[in-house]
């Protein structure tokens, strides 16, 4: 997958992508390709490639030396601001106050085959005959660096993953103060910027710039990837649709401060940068010391949004969730916190266990209330330990009482958070991230606890295994309410450490953390939640196999969150559940039916006291579970697709999944608001089944060049007239379609 040509050339290859970077006149990286994949590429080709005429007139040179070498328009691999390229760069240094104007030359480069998926630090990880990465080392003689920059390309993916690590190899300490993971450049402006943008109940919609000389960014500085942006960023040819035109994207595998952005130069060069945000961030780097980046993967397709989602997917499925979930259903759960809020005690929760058994659920939850005196959100977090008025037979029997109904147990901890009233925070005040000065912010009444300090993640694992252990525990959903405010460490103070590093040292002790218990709980599900879709990122995917995407459970919102969700992650990674009506989060009014249709694409769970539903709506869910566990395989792990365009007023929805060996699929059409005459398309045509094949679509026969060249008939509308025909009337309306092959 790795070739070497010309003593010049690096080309990384499969058989769907290409990726090309080059040494430069001045012994640094130039980028040349990144894109469809170019088979037996000759040097000439390369040098063809290669040729370079600047668009730069009159503009600063590299060095007195070469008269006409200019990096101010040049695509590069790793560039540094200031060195005749006066864009954003990917890495800048000091030595004290100096400002150190790197100057990276290649000095060696070797290879390997596969990646060890080593727990405390999350990246791809793949088996010796699935990825080989080339790391080239770059040299900087001047100051005593070493750099080298690690790419790995996979089968059959064209996602090419990159990160760098600096080591100091002279005898005096460097500051970092930026230092990025991604980076790539496109001679062209002819995209929109791609991003998932959002808040608190309305995470990772969609969301489009236009590309125009000047820079556009998103960011986190809140010590956690946000509900207001996610880690990925996206430029879409801007002639293409959802299976049209060129997408280039980058994914970071990190959970705290970012910074992503697109900058345009005056020539309309675009460069893609992603990684670790600058601001609030500098690393100390102290002779023999190295720092590593975290990873981030690049992804391409020619076949618009809907190929990257499909890139994305299956490489996040196979390279980064935990091999022990590939392919493996998830539990439909039941969750006590709409059902219950702090309302509850044993015997609430053991009857609403017995409903869920009846009907089909795996796995109950409690969520937030179990522990200490926590009645409210106000109180008792890092007292992890059970509340006896809640649980007077204790925890243990509880849990015991919950297996003995062949249900697994989930239990819900918040393991980053700490109560200004709990015991911990009495015997610990130093524990908590705050600064020396008197006001300090506080989020949801409760404070953050200094993860950089090994001493405090050991004391929540010791406290956290005591719970696992007792109560031989299946599942966790780790929550995380509040973003740090005030990052100041006395843990760092007491050791010499540099405040600047705390941002990235506290997601580091959360990553311990997962470290730790999954090592000695190997087969605990975790679940990832952060104030719903606080924290939806590659780092926390790659210890929680899915993540709770979002605290609004109303379907309509469900159609925005899960579409936005899914141009980066894979459906097997949110879970959905199926809250009552009204709606907590809106007051909307849908049908069980609306709920059921939207929540079943993923891992599918329930969220509503079940003891209040009529036996007609117990069955109705009873009936849906043994349906979803029927076709579990499909929902979860299918490959999915949109198959209406989406724009920003999309009042139509149609997902897919579709299994290509089985020739299987499941399509969801979903109607925000009900139109009079309406004129919209009639069909809707279905890509991804083969002409030559027959089908059956519920209960028609149909041939497969019909469903691909003319599509699936839309369900009818109601007209005012056809009581008896119209199979969607009124608003918030959904409609399956389960197609399968008939074998001729
Ligand atoms: C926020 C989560 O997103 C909810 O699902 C619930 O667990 C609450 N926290 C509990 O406090």
Partial sequence: MIEYIGNKYFHLKNSKVSYIFYLMPNQQLGHLYYGKALDHLSESDLDYLAKYE??????????????????????????????????????EMFDGETPLYLDFKYHAHYESKGKE?????????????????LTIVLTESEH??????????????????????????GKTAKKITKMLSGHYE?????????????AWLKERQITRHNLAQGTVSISSLKGASGHQHNPFIALQHKQGTIDTGEVFAMNLIYSGNFLGQAEVDEWDNTRLMLGIHPDQFSWTLKPDETFETPECILGYSDKGLNGLAGEYASFIERHIIDRKWQGQNRP???????????????????????????????????????????????????????????????LKSFADKIHQMDLQLGIWFEPEMVSPDSKLYQQHPEWVVRHLHKRI???????????????????????????????????????????????????????????????????????????????????????????????????????????????????????????????????????????????????????????????????????LDLDQLTESEKKEISERILF????????????????????????????SVYDGATGEA???????????????????????????????????????????????????????????????????????????SIKQ
């Fill in 117 to 133: 998926r080593v727990l405390s630090k999350p990246a791809t990880y793949a088996e010796a005959n699935e990825s080989e990465t």
């Fill in 332 to 394: 439909i759960v039941i969750n006590n916190w709409e059902a219950t809020y702090f309302d509850f005690d044993q015997e609430k929760l053991l009857k609403l266990a017995q409903i869920s058994k009846d009907i089909g659920i795996e796995c109950f939850v409690v969520d937030d209330g179990w522990f200490s005196n926590r009645d409210s959100d106000r109180s008792s977090l890092g007292d992890w330990y059970c509340d006896t008025k809640k649980f007077p037979d204790g």
């Fill in 628 to 655: 979803y566990k029927q076709h579990r395989a499909l929902l979860t792990f299918g490959t999915f697709r949109q198959l209406i365009e989406l724009d920003d007023r999309n009042n139509e929805y149609c997902w």
């Fill in 441 to 607: 912010a506080i989020g949801r009444g409760q404070y953050v606890l200094d993860f950089a300090n090994p001493e405090v993640v050991d004391n929540i694992y010791q406290q956290m295994k005591k719970v696992i252990e007792e109560t031989n525990l299946d599942y966790i959903k780790w929550d995380m309410n509040r973003n740090i405010t005030e990052a100041y460490s006395t843990y760092l103070e007491q050791n010499g450490l540099n405040q600047t590093e705390f941002f990235h040292r506290y997601i580091l002790g959360v990553y311990e953390l997962y470290t730790k218990i999954l090592t000695e709980f190997p087969n605990v599900l975790i679940e990832g939640c952060a104030g719903g879709g606080g924290r939806y990122d590659l780092g926390i995917l790659y210890y929680s196999p899915q993540i709770w995407p979002s605290d609004d459970s109303d379907a309509v919102e469900r159609l925005k969150i899960q579409s936005g969700t899914l141009l980066a992650y894979p459906l097997s990674s949110f879970s959905n559940h199926v809250s009552v009506v009204p709606n907590h989060q809106v007051g909307r009014m849908t049908s069980m039916k609306m709920r059921q249709d939207v929540a079943m694409f993923g891992p599918l769970g329930y969220e």
């Fill in 54 to 91: 600047n668009k730069a007139a009159g503009t600063v040179k590299f060095s007195e030396e070469d008269s006409a070498f200019t990096l101010s328009d040049r695509p590069q691999e790793y560039p540094v601001y200031g060195t005749s390229d006066f864009r954003s760069g990917a890495v």
């Fill in 666 to 740: 499941m399509v969801g059409f979903y109607r925000i608001l009900a139109e009079p005459n309406p004129s919209v398309k009639d069909y809707i045509k279905l890509p991804f089944v083969s002409e030559t094949e027959v089908y059956q679509v519920n209960n028609e026969t149909v041939s497969g060049q019909v469903l691909k060249q003319v599509g699936i008939r839309k369900p009818y509308q109601f007209n005012g007239a056809n009581h008896d025909r119209a199979q969607v009337k009124g608003d918030f309306q959904s409609y399956i379609y389960h197609i399968k």
């Fill in 186 to 198: 496109l001679p062209s402006a002819d995209y929109d910027f791609l991003h998932l943008s959002g």
């Fill in 144 to 169: 005593d660096l070493k750099l080298e920059l690690n790419y790995t390309i996979f089968e059959e993916s064209t996602v090419i993953a990159k990160n760098q690590r600096i080591t100091n190899t």
